[in-house]
């Protein structure tokens, strides 16, 4: 009989690192990780399921027939984008806005870059078109911000340009007419004209129609969004029949979930794979939620440092802030996504000097899966942080990944000292100690400002670090900022995969409803505008139960939620604000919502600010409808009091600490019991992450296996 029976399976597939977290029955859980393989993720992701589940002495067939949910994120399709792989897709638009992709808007064109690359246009550049302009074809035809037909769509014309793109030998066509999400009906009819001409070629290629996938207001991340759908959503469904069809084979007959950027996760089939583009940093935060509410803290930093990036956002009030129309990859979208700062500083990181300014540099480009110089198989030839680490003594080179991968300390320390130290003329060690130091300041600035751009200070927050990365730099780039507590999960390096776990079945749309409530509004137009709103509710609860149809669920056990976008009449942002009731029936149930509305916005800006005497402009309606899926539980462990087990202790090691080497103490993560406390200079490691204590600070294990990392009054202060 097995002593865990596995019940979740949650994978986070990085661009570095793919991890695997499984949880038993009890809330016991096991972390997983193996290098990712990008040209199929589930031979990774086997891999790292295998490297958890030996822990508890078992195999995938015999713990997948167990499990009852599978969560999968990875990065695929973004890498897709990035790496403009995707499929050969033609785009019709209205006729007069061909060079869409050419001239992007000006916000889209900047992204990415400095304010001072910003300043300078010769130090940067446009993106490279991800449809170039030989397969954009303009259709006569004009529908007018009502809906209102201004000039019939010219079906010959639309006849030629289709056939012209046929001939140009594309695997998918696009269609984005202006303000389409108001009357869809030309882009309806270019789509049946398209069909016909397919038929008679006897060939059959997906159509995308903008109003069909994305029906929301601005049409350039509109197009953007639909394109992605067809360029790189549409290739990455094969990746997760892979991924199925593994899990298949070693006897698993759960169904398969995807995390997607609202924060929910989604059947494989779902129709609009796009959002779940981005899902791994979505884990993280949602596991940060829902590990804040279980310990009684509502509000929370999240950090996650991968082997390619810093991710970054906050939980306030219980709750994470969404974006309607985020920005990723350089590209503006009109997808909903859970609001995540990311920048190109991780431990796979590059580092070089600046020829110009004789200066450090870090990233934002990195070795991703091939970890840097240390390992010769990477062939990687610029040093990155985690040779310093391993040159410093921090990482032990002979059990990274458990020892699964050796790394080479020697090659390291050559690296670093012919392309960093000798030419700063410094040793070799104070080159790697001080572009640790320089990078965890780095990090540090980034989470003070986040913090403080919000109107809040770190002292309002509990600090979560996490990701591979994170245990080994938490203790650098959180000293000073006096934050209310300092946590490290024990799965640190498998907690976005965990978070995914944590995450609802959830669907979520979206409809552009832009109606005003002038000032003075009578209960007859109120009653009206509840009656529009309540259609385009409709509406979209009806697209979330064609999308649980095609899973196990059905469509009975749904629970809707709805909310709506809503802003000051003439003002440019608007606010996510639930619904005081599901269904608008009277005036007043619209005033309880603009009420709403009024306070969200006083604690958001500032109750001075608020301005009712323009009126109001209800942008957006949305829909989202959740069913019931079992989750993670949180570990509750006995306390085994302060001092470690004597099984906890590995030894010692030498390491370089602020000039000078110094003797640490080696601990086993994995052997450590609910009421330890760890005195710095001391690393712990376990298989998939290293946690570093540093002297003047402590990490006590509570019995939710989560570290509290405290630093003594003398060492907070500096």
Same mark, same amino acid.
């Not at 030998?169 to 108001?182: D, N, P, Q």
């Not at 290739?235 to 029949?241: C, E, H, K, V, Y």
């Not at 870090?362 to 840097?372: E, F, H, K, L, V």
């Not at 409809?511 to 000032?519: E, H, I, Q």
């Given at each position: 009989m097995l002593k865990h029976r596995a019940r979740i399976l949650a994978v986070d597939a990085g661009g570095t690192m793919t991890d695997t977290f499984i949880v038993d029955e009890l809330g016991r859980f096991v972390v997983g990780k193996a290098q990712t393989t990008p040209e199929n993720e589930s031979i990774g992701l086997i891999k790292s399921a295998e490297d958890a589940l030996c822990q508890w002495d078992t195999t995938t067939k015999e713990a997948f027939?167990?499990?009852?949910?599978?969560?999968?994120?990875?990065?695929?399709?973004?890498?897709?984008?990035?790496?403009?792989?995707?499929?050969?897709?033609?785009?019709?638009?209205?006729?007069?806005q061909e060079d869409y992709f050419l001239l992007e808007r000006g916000v889209q064109t900047y992204l990415g870059f400095s304010y001072a690359d910003r300043l300078h246009v010769v130090t940067h550049h446009h993106n490279d078109p991800i449809v170039p302009g030989r397969r954009v074809r303009g259709v006569f035809g004009r529908i007018d911000v009502f809906g209102e037909e201004v000039l019939p769509l010219q079906e010959g014309d639309a006849r030629d340009m289709v056939r012209q793109l046929l001939d140009e030998?594309?695997?998918?066509?696009?269609?984005?007419?202006?303000?389409?999400?108001?009357n869809p009906s030309h882009e309806q009819r270019i789509d049946q004209i398209a069909g016909e001409l397919m038929d008679e070629r006897g060939m059959n290629i997906p159509v995308f129609l903008s109003s069909e996938y994305y029906p929301v207001r601005n049409d350039f991340p509109r197009l953007n969004t639909t394109v992605i759908e067809a360029?790189?959503?549409?290739?990455?469904?094969?990746?997760?029949?892979l991924v199925t069809k593994r899990f298949r084979e070693c006897n698993g007959k759960f169904e398969t979930r995807v995390m997607a950027s609202h924060g929910g996760t989604v059947g494989i089939d779902t129709k609009e794979l796009a959002r779940t583009l981005i899902s791994g940093p979505i884990g993280g935060v949602l596991g940060a939620r829902y590990l804040a509410r279980a310990i009684g803290s509502d509000d929370v930093v999240c950090t996650d440092i991968g082997g390619t990036s810093f991710d970054l956002a906050l939980v306030t009030g219980g709750d994470y802030a969404v974006k309607p129309y985020p920005d990723l990859a350089r590209f503006l979208l009109c997808i909903p996504m859970i609001q995540i700062d990311s920048v190109g500083a991780g431990t796979g990181s590059f580092l070089r000097i600046n020829p110009g300014s004789g200066?450090?540099?870090?990233?934002?480009?990195?070795?991703?899966?091939?970890?840097?110089?240390?390992?010769?198989?990477?062939?990687?030839?610029?040093?990155?942080?985690?040779?310093?680490?391993?040159?410093?003594g921090i990482l032990d080179p002979d059990y990274f990944l458990g020892g699964e991968i050796k790394l080479d300390r020697d090659r390291a320390l050559a690296a670093i000292k012919d392309q960093l130290a000798d030419p700063l003329h410094i040793d070799v060690y104070k080159a790697a100690e001080g572009i640790i130091e320089l990078f965890e300041e780095n990090l540090k600035g980034y989470v003070a400002s986040a913090v403080l751009s919000k109107g809040y200070a770190p002292s309002n927050y509990v600090l979560l670090s996490y990701g591979g990365g994170g245990p080994v730099h938490v203790a650098g780039y959180t000293k000073g900022l006096d934050f209310q507590d300092i946590l490290v999960p024990a799965w640190a390096a498998g907690f976005s995969a965990y978070?995914?776990?944590?995450?609802?079945?959830?669907?979520?749309?979206? @409809?552009? +409803?832009?109606?005003? &409530?002038?000032?003075?509004? !009578?209960?007859?137009?109120k009653v009206a505008l509840c009656t529009m709103l309540n259609m385009h509710c409709e509406g979209l609860k009806a697209k979330i139960v064609a999308e649980f149809e095609k899973t196990t669920h059905g469509s009975e056990s749904i629970e809707y939620k709805t909310f709506f976008r809503i802003q000051y009449m003439g003002q440019l942002n608007d606010l996510e604000i639930r619904s005081p009731s599901d269904r608008l029936e009277t005036a007043r149930d619209l005033d309880d919502l603009l009420q709403s509305f009024e306070e969200t916005y006083g604690r958001?800006?500032?109750?001075?600010?608020?301005?009712?005497?323009?009126?109001? @402009?209800? +942008?957006?309606?949305? &829909?989202?409808?959740?069913? !019931?899926?079992?989750?993670?539980?949180?570990?509750d462990e006995t306390p085994a009091g302060p001092t470690p087990p004597e099984a906890a202790f590995k030894g010692e090691r030498k390491v370089y600490w602020k000039g000078e080497w110094r003797i640490a103490r080696i601990l086993d993560m994995e052997a450590l019991e609910s009421g330890n406390i760890v005195e710095g200079l001391a690393i712990m490691e376990s298989p998939a992450t290293t946690f570093v204590i540093p002297p003047g600070a402590t990490a006590e294990l509570d019995s939710h296996r989560l570290f509290h990392l405290r630093f003594h009054q003398n060492e907070r202060d500096h």
């Open positions: 027939p167990h499990i009852v949910a599978g969560i999968y994120s990875g990065t695929t399709m973004l890498n897709r984008l990035l790496s403009r792989q995707g499929l050969r897709v033609g785009v019709i638009v209205s006729k007069g030998g594309i695997e998918a066509l696009c269609v984005c007419l202006l303000h389409s999400y108001r360029y790189a959503a549409q290739p990455s469904r094969a990746q997760l029949q200066r450090i540099e870090i990233g934002p480009d990195s070795a991703g899966a091939r970890i840097g110089v240390c390992w010769p198989e990477g062939e990687v030839t610029t040093p990155t942080i985690t040779d310093c680490s391993v040159a410093l978070g995914c776990a944590c995450g609802d079945f959830e669907y979520r749309y979206e @409809a552009t +409803t832009d109606l005003p &409530v002038p000032p003075g509004s !009578d209960d007859d137009w958001v800006y500032a109750r001075a600010a608020k301005s009712p005497e323009l009126g109001f @402009a209800i +942008t957006q309606a949305i &829909v989202t409808g959740r069913v !019931d899926v079992e989750k993670p539980r949180l570990p």
